[in-house]
């Protein structure tokens, strides 16, 4: 059987012909791609529209991590989601309840095919500088207590990194999702992401979603480098 996991790439450049061209190559093989700050800095809405008409099949997850007070975030959600219609949306669940109902119920009024994720720590942070910020309770925790208030706020799944994705199944609902980058299939360059793990073995333990940039287009052929991930879930 076809294995369902979605490969989203991530189109990291400031460069909107090179992202215009990742997008035409990349997205008809993985079918979904991964826009971020950089980008919608870089570009604004024009940038974004002009990656979705370039692969106008592919799902779209815009990550831009909002955090701000309820009403900011649900304008900011209210507002990508009327525009673009994106597959996935992104706030911090370090927002706090309300902020993510709020986001969650705008998502809902104007594009109800939009999944919000949660981004629960960030996977830059280790120990030590969470305790540097205040937070006492040990990494895991954490992580467990914010995917279980995103869950219930309503949102549908989590960005984590491959070192969560065991606990957040046994927390969370099946249908929650896991969307997971630090993906690098054997052999390719780790370049700054520090805990990695395989497209293979990242599904094994139950990511929904994979976010995978640099492997694919800083490949010699991107939609090749694409297409082999695939086909290596596929034979699991
Ligand atoms: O090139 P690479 O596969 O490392 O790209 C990973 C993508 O996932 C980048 O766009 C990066 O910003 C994003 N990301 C991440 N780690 C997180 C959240 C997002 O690498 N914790």
């Known amino acids: ?10 189109l990291d450049t400031s460069d909107l012909e090179q992202a215009k061209n990742w997008a035409a190559q990349i997205g ?14 870089s570009f ?30 649900a304008g900011a959600v ?15 669940a370090a927002g706090g309840q309300a902020m993510m109902e709020a986001a969650k119920a705008a998502c809902e009024t104007a594009s109800p095919q939009t999944k919000l994720l949660a981004v629960t720590i960030l996977t830059s942070l280790s120990e030590e500088e969470l305790y540097k910020i205040g937070y006492r309770e040990g990494l895991p925790d954490r992580v467990i207590q914010m995917a279980l208030l995103a869950e219930t706020c309503g949102l549908d799944g989590v960005v984590c990194s491959s070192h969560e994705i065991s606990l957040i199944r046994q927390s969370c609902a099946d249908s929650f999702e896991t969307m997971v980058p630090g993906i690098r299939p054997l052999g390719s360059a780790k370049g700054d992401q520090n805990r990695i793990m395989t497209p293979k073995e990242a599904v094994q333990i139950g990511a929904t979603h994979l976010v995978i940039g640099r492997p694919i287009t800083a490949a010699p052929d991107p939609a090749k480098a694409a297409q082999e991930i695939i086909d290596s879930l596929n034979a699991l």
Do not use: W
């Not at 024009?46 to 975030?73: M, R, S, W, Y």
């Open 1 to 10: 059987m076809e294995n369902q996991t979605r490969i989203f790439c991530a």
């Open 28 to 41: 008809p093989v993985t079918g979904a791609l991964k826009l971020g700050l950089e980008f919608a800095g």
């Open 44 to 73: 604004g809405p024009q940038g974004i529209e002009a990656v979705q008409n370039a692969a106008p099949d592919a799902a779209l997850f815009i990550d831009l991590k909002f955090h701000d007070i309820p009403n900011t975030v």
């Open 78 to 92: 209210h507002t990508i989601c009327t525009n673009f219609a994106p597959s996935y949306l992104n706030v911090h």
